[in-house]
């Protein structure tokens, strides 16, 4: 949530920011900014509604800096408008801030700001201290420090003094922030995607510890003011994975490099056709010693936990529990260090993730998560890491990366079926065969299904409203599908378990409104038919999904699709490919961007 990118050294800064934006720009865009310090010694400001293109129109003129900063936002304070758009210039002090001040109100009335604000963010209370307190001290990292003695939240800060050109100072509390000094430079971005085009080196920079970089260097200070050394990580994805390399969207460039994930997710965690997560160190103690499994997540991922509970309940016959990251950390959670906790997170910086992780941390709880981003705070706060590997996601949407959650689920599963000896050798070695032949299934879907999926998407188009519905998996599989489809196409989308409509939302149903029915499981097959015919008899228009040469007469459904799968167990990993392609295609038959939804943002660094 909100871009932030710094440059300081040889080359043009402008350039620079403006192309680190756009890239950062699935973050936030509801506005962009940016702020160099000149040759000269000037401060040339920027700031616009809207995205970083109209940034880019606004910086048209002739301006040599070597020096600044940028930021693309996701409004939280204040609405969107150009006063409240980033940097903030109080006095000397420039500041750019992803995060929220929590006692802003308070350190406005302590020190008499009221009235002196030209916005209404929280930001501006973090800039207008930091210079108090530079006008009394003269040294911006006491300003800094004093600052952050009072300010109370989470916090990515980049900050400029007009008066100190060639650096940039940086600060922060949760909300994530990477830096790396390099021969083209010094770079801090709020994430490593904006970095990627210049190196493939970098570091977290560590809460509260303050930054300073400068042409090439980079001193990095702890709270008490000693100098320490970044902990360098690298990433394994160079710049193209972050592009659209020919296609429309991001999103639709990630739908289809979702084989490719699968398997890169996938090999190396089979030793000899069997799971195993020797290379993250995971004991097997760990998953046959459990007494139960809590999930944590937020959105999409939580989904995939949906999906995670459903097949552990079932092949390790063990209780598990699907939280909701936001509830989970306000809840009074019953566990305790013989339940095995499940974080999962593409980002790694989900608040309310990392937030009720360290709940169930305090409880005592055993903590695996399955993470896509390296280093990010939620893989660094785990006792052990899956790391997925769906390469950089961008579109706001998560689709590869629900994908290759599934996938170290189900790995997990069938680890966890060996560790607690449920299994022959034979019949994890199946298990695995399965898997591994989901990438084919995930490919053989992209191949043949997209234009049946295109012409079914421009049928629901204009409804109001849809209903995904299934039983046990399907109705896992349903809720993910459904969120697809309202976060980027807007329709009003409810899961429902099947068998459940008729206890009320039946009544939603009427002619032509789409329900997507999935009816992937031969235990609860004739049954999810069976509801299909009850939304069928009140004319809704039925999208069926089952497993390929499933019996299905014509009458139950307008159309049936299916997926090429012997074992419904693994359907999962075709229908996402399906619900993922329907959401887009409605979407794009909208007219809408599907990488750029309004109001949502990647990565929700705030409560
Ligand atoms: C929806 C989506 C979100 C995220 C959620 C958690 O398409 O992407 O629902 O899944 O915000 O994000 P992470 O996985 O980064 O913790």
Not at 97 to 102: A, S
Not at 150 to 173: K, Q, W, Y
Not at 224 to 242: H, I, K, Q
Not at 370 to 387: F, L, P, T
Request: proline share 4%; hydrophobic share 40%.
């Amino acid at each position: 949530m909100c871009g932030i990118i710094g440059y300081t050294g040889p080359l043009q800064a402008r350039d620079i920011i403006l192309l680190g934006l756009s890239q950062l720009e699935y973050r936030g865009y509801d506005s962009a900014g940016l702020a160099l310090l000149t040759d000269e010694g000037n401060l040339y400001l920027r700031k616009t509604v809207g995205q970083v293109s109209r940034l880019k129109e606004l910086c048209r003129e002739a301006v040599s800096s070597h020096c600044g900063i940028g930021h693309t936002r996701w409004a939280k304070h204040g609405g969107v408008t150009e006063a409240n758009a980033h940097p903030h210039q109080v006095g000397r002090v420039i500041l750019l801030h992803n995060g929220i001040i929590e006692n802003y109100h308070t350190i406005q009335k302590q020190y008499g700001f009221e009235g002196l604000a030209t916005s209404e963010t929280d930001t501006e209370v973090a800039a207008q201290l930091i210079n108090y307190y530079y006008d009394r001290t003269n040294d911006p990292r006491q300003a800094i420090r004093r600052a952050l003695n009072i300010i109370e939240g989470s916090f990515a800060f980049c900050i400029l003094f007009s008066d100190i050109p060639g650096t940039i100072f940086a600060v922060r509390n949760v909300s994530p922030m990477v830096a790396a000094a390099t021969e083209q430079g010094s770079f801090i971005a709020s994430d490593v995607t904006a970095l990627i085009p210049y190196t493939k080196t970098y570091f977290v920079v560590p809460e509260y510890h303050i930054l300073m970089l400068r042409d090439r260097s980079i001193c990095l200070e702890d709270p008490e003011g000693n100098t320490v050394e970044p902990e360098l990580l690298s990433v394994s994805w160079d710049v193209e994975a972050a592009q659209k390399n020919g296609y429309p969207h991001f999103m639709l460039k990630e739908i289809f490099e979702q084989p490719e994930a699968f398997r890169k997710t996938v090999q190396p965690r089979l030793r000899d056709g069997i799971p195993c997560f020797e290379a993250e160190k995971i004991p097997d103690s760990l998953l046959s010693g459990c007494r139960q499994v809590q999930i944590i997540a937020c959105g999409t991922a939580m989904y995939a936990g949906m999906v995670g509970r459903a097949i552990l309940e079932q092949k390790v016959r063990i209780p598990v529990t699907v939280s909701i990251a936001s509830e989970f950390r306000y809840d009074t959670p019953m566990i305790d260090s013989d339940t095995l906790v499940i974080v999962i997170s593409q980002s790694g910086e989900t608040i309310d993730t990392l937030a009720a992780l360290r709940l169930a941390r305090e409880c005592g709880a055993p903590i695996i998560s399955i993470v896509n981003v390296k280093g990010s705070s939620i893989a660094r706060e785990s006792d052990y890491v899956i790391y997925t590997h769906a390469g950089p996601e961008i579109a706001v949407a998560s689709t590869k990366a629900y994908m290759v959650q599934l996938a170290v689920l189900y790995l997990l599963t069938g680890r966890m079926m060996v560790a607690r000896r449920l299994t022959s050798e034979e019949e994890i070695r199946a298990f695995t065969e399965h898997l591994v032949a989901s990438a084919d299934s995930i490919q053989e879907m992209l191949d043949v299904i997209p234009d049946q999926v295109r012409i079914q998407a421009e049928r629901i188009a204009f409804s109001e409203n849809a209903f995904f519905i299934g039983r046990g998996l399907d109705y896992a599989f349903s809720l993910e599908g459904a969120l697809k489809l309202k976060e980027i196409s807007y329709i009003h989308a409810e899961a429902y378990a099947a068998g459940e409509l008729k206890h009320g939302t039946i009544a939603l149903i009427e002619k032509d409104v789409p329900v997507i029915a999935l009816a992937t499981q031969d235990k609860v097959f004739s049954k999810t038919i069976s509801n299909v015919r009850e939304v069928r008899a009140r004319d809704a228009y039925v999208i069926l999904i089952t497993k390929k040469g499933a019996s299905v007469s014509d009458e139950v459904c307008d159309v049936h699709l299916e997926v090429p799968v012997e074992d419904g167990f693994f359907a999962a990993f075709p229908c996402a490919v399906i619900l993922q392609l329907l959401a887009y295609y409605t979407a794009y038959a909208r007219g809408y961007d599907m990488d750029k939804p309004r109001n949502l943002a990647k990565s929700v660094t705030v409560e």
